[in-house]
């Protein structure tokens, strides 16, 4: 992956892109999550839209973890990838933390976000940083037992059972081990840090998302960011559009691929002049 290092020194970012033709689009992966996670958006959208994609800082390619790690820092840094690509607008899609990450880039630079696309994800982190039992219970089983059969079971926190019995453990493990940094088993500290930016994120104001064009899609089975938190987010911004998936987890955009690809690519050409 090609590496940069913000002006100001305060991060080095790895990161890809595809596409050379069509709208900008930048993909912002959550909390534990490689860039890789996008394969399947990657694949369904760059043949018509210019993609680029990151590691957050501290995680994965993005080392040495250089400055804070926050959910201004972390959206602060998406600005910067913008500014290294070229890009003077785009339309921002983010999943979970990076969901929140994107709405935090709106409000530090509304004039240069076309577009928002919210996936699994909520208004303020802090709802999201204590887990529920359901997810806790996912957590602890995978603390024990040989290493595979740990990725394994890990499926069930962005997957419901029966689509983990539909794909199978040997395309579970592969998911997981795409979508998750390389040590995520042992929870390190990088992640750590990103669960404590959540705890630190109360929101923000809606104002300035208020006249960005905005697609919210929610999974009702997600056991990381409830459901119902889609619906506070469309509460505080009404002018958004809500679409939720009755059987998908919090893995939406990688159990629903096809789908979520169209609906984002609607979203898109909707919002690109």
Request: charged share 25%; glycine share 10%.
């Amino acid at each position: 992956m090609p590496i940069f290092t913000r002006p100001d020194r305060s991060a080095t970012l790895a990161y890809e892109t595809a596409g050379e033709r069509g709208p900008r689009v930048l993909l912002v992966q959550g909390t534990g999550c490689v860039g890789r996670g996008w394969r399947p958006q990657i694949d369904g959208l760059a043949g018509d839209h210019r993609l680029a994609w990151h590691d957050n800082r501290g995680i994965g390619g993005s080392l040495p973890l250089q400055g804070p790690v926050s959910v201004r820092t972390m959206a602060e840094d998406c600005l910067a990838l913008l500014d290294h690509l070229g890009w003077e607008r785009a339309h921002l899609v983010g999943h979970s933390l990076g969901g929140l990450l994107v709405q935090e880039a709106a409000r530090v630079a509304p004039s240069r976000i076309q577009s928002l696309c919210l996936m699994s994800t909520l208004w303020r982190g802090r709802d999201a940083a204590i887990p529920g039992l359901q997810s806790l219970w996912v957590t602890i089983r995978a603390r024990f037992g040989a290493e595979r059969r740990r990725w394994i079971a890990l499926g069930a926190l962005p997957f419901p059972r029966r689509y983990l019995e539909a794909i199978g453990d040997d395309e579970t493990y592969r998911r997981m081990r795409m979508i998750f940094c390389e040590d995520f088993l042992k929870t390190p500290p990088i992640v750590r840090q990103q669960v404590a930016a959540l705890w630190g994120h109360r929101g923000g104001e809606a104002a300035p998302l208020l006249g960005i064009p905005t697609l919210i899609l929610t999974g009702a089975r997600d056991i990381v960011v409830d459901t119902r938190r889609s619906d506070e987010l469309l509460g505080l911004l009404p002018h958004a559009r809500l679409e939720r998936f009755a059987d998908a987890g919090h893995g939406l955009p990688l159990q629903h691929p096809d789908a979520v690809n169209e609906l984002v690519r609607a979203h898109v050409a909707a919002a690109d002049p």
